[in-house]
Every structure is written in C-alpha cells, then in structure tokens.
C-alpha cells in the first residue's frame, strides 16, 4: 500500500509541475496574477481528488483509518517537497514560498494540502450515485464564491451572509420540528468519534445542540452583513463553523468548507487593504 501510496502521489506532483506551466503561460497573461493564482489552485485540488478517487482502489487502503495514514503521509511529503525542495533545489526565497499561504492577501495554495488531507479518506468511503448532482452543485457554488471572493468581495461576502442567514432559519426549524433528520449525516462522518457525537450527544438533547448552532449562524450572518469593525467576527465565526463540519466529509460537500472559508479570509484581507471595497 505504502509503495502505491508513494506512485500516486508522484503522479500528482508531475500534474502540480504542467499546473503551474499552465498557470504561468496561459492563465496570469490573461486573468492576472491573483485570480490566476486562485484558478491554478482550484485546478490542482481538483485534480488530487480526481486521482484519489481513481486510483483509492490500487493504493488499497483497508480501512478509514488506513486511508487517513495515506492523506497525513500525502501532505507530510507535499509540504517536504514544497519548502525543503522549493527553497534549497528551485531556490525559490522563504518569503515567496510562504507568500502562497498569506490567505488574506488572496493566496489561498493552503486549499490544496487541505484537499490532499481528506481526499483518501473520501475516496475510501465514496460518493453515493443520489449525491454526485447536489455535492457538484455546492462545490461549483463554492469554486465561484472563492473566485468572487478576489474578484467582487463584496459579492461574495453578501453571498455567504445569505447562505448564514438562510442556514441559521432552517436549522432552527430542523432542531424544534425534526431533530432526529441530522442522524442521517452519521454515515457519512469521516471521523469515528464524530459519528459518536452525532448519535450520542446530539442524538439525546432533542435538537438543542442544533439550535445553538443556528444561533452561532445567525450571528455570523449579522456580523459579515454589517462588515466593517464586525468582520472578523464573522469570518472566525464562519471558519470555525466550517471547520466543524468539515468531518461530515460528503455530508457538508467537503471541500466546500474549505473553500468559503478560506474566501472569508480574502475578503477579510481586502477589507484591510481597502475598507470601501468590502462594503455596500
């Protein structure tokens, strides 16, 4: 498995270097260097998913667990090559290497380690023929609200106030009326301890845990709409919600977490650098 593990990975190294040459020769020419950064980089997460999931049945992984070893090795060897190999081989400086990660500054490259780090997981488990239509949609959604988050960020931060605002209206209704209808995200938890608190804790407070939640969204949504000194109540409040969830893996359309999170950081950032823009 290990040696399969390692072959894969390699695969996905050669696809990160054409990556990068379609980065530099077509796209910074034509959209910029920002918004080819950010394109380049939902490209090369796309990608590691895509290989995963080919190829999860030769790595062989045999059980959750195992598959979780792949995605740690992964980003242990990912972030190795990236730093040891990019600074003493490519020469590339300190500060351009970990400018790659300065979320706030519209460089969002920490997508692509994240994805590296929960793809096998979710490749093991897969993706259930009745989901593929609305866990497209969601990370299509999620793509375009990370692209705006460069391109309009203020669009995308009106964006993710109404996703808050409307989550915040319907969990409340889900923890008084149906409670038990979270259950079903058990299943797909990537984590077994997560599962365990699905059907233990929130399974036995009848729904309480589900309406402070939707309180918790509720204040997000107020805090990114008023923007402003309340911003970064509201993007710490939407990463740590999103984080949260992040281990629901198919059930939260994992990397769509990742994604508006990582965009509220941009448009926190371009808020600093222009408070006007972030406004209206």
Not at 24 to 40: D, F, I, N, Q, T
Not at 47 to 67: C, D, E, K, M, Y
């Amino acid at each position: 498995m290990i040696l399969h593990a390692v072959l894969i990975w390699l695969a996905i190294c050669v696809l990160a270097v054409f990556n990068g040459v379609f980065r530099e020769g077509v796209l910074k020419p034509r959209l910029g260097e920002r918004m080819a950064h950010v394109v380049s980089t939902l490209l090369l997460s796309a990608a590691v998913f895509v290989v995963t999931f080919l190829s999860v049945n030769w790595i062989g992984p045999r059980s959750l667990g195992q598959a979780w070893g792949v995605g740690v090795g992964w980003v242990m060897m990912t972030l190795a090559f990236e730093f040891l190999a990019g600074h003493y081989v490519f020469k590339n400086p300190w500060e351009k290497i970990i400018g790659d990660y300065r979320v706030t500054r519209g460089r969002v490259w920490l997508l692509v380690p994240i994805c590296t780090l929960f793809a096998p997981a979710m490749a093991y488990l897969g993706i259930d023929t009745r989901y593929a239509v609305p866990y497209a949609v969601s990370l299509t959604i999620a793509s375009a609200i990370l692209l705006l988050s460069v391109a309009r960020p203020s669009v995308a931060r009106w964006i993710v106030t109404l996703i808050f605002a409307y989550a915040a209206v319907y969990n409340s209704w889900l923890g008084l009326a149906k409670p038990e209808e979270y259950q079903g995200f058990a299943e797909l938890a990537l984590l077994p301890w997560y599962r365990e608190i699905i059907t233990g804790p929130f399974l036995a407070n009848d729904g309480l845990y589900i309406v402070l939640i939707a309180i918790g969204q509720g204040i997000v949504a107020l805090t990114t709409a008023l923007a402003g000194r309340w911003l970064w109540i509201g993007v710490v409040g939407t990463t740590l919600f999103l984080a949260g969830i992040a281990p629901l893996g198919l059930g939260s359309a994992f990397p769509f977490s990742a994604l508006v999170a990582l965009a509220a950081w941009v448009y926190l950032g371009f808020q600093t650098e222009s408070p006007g823009r972030c406004r209206g």
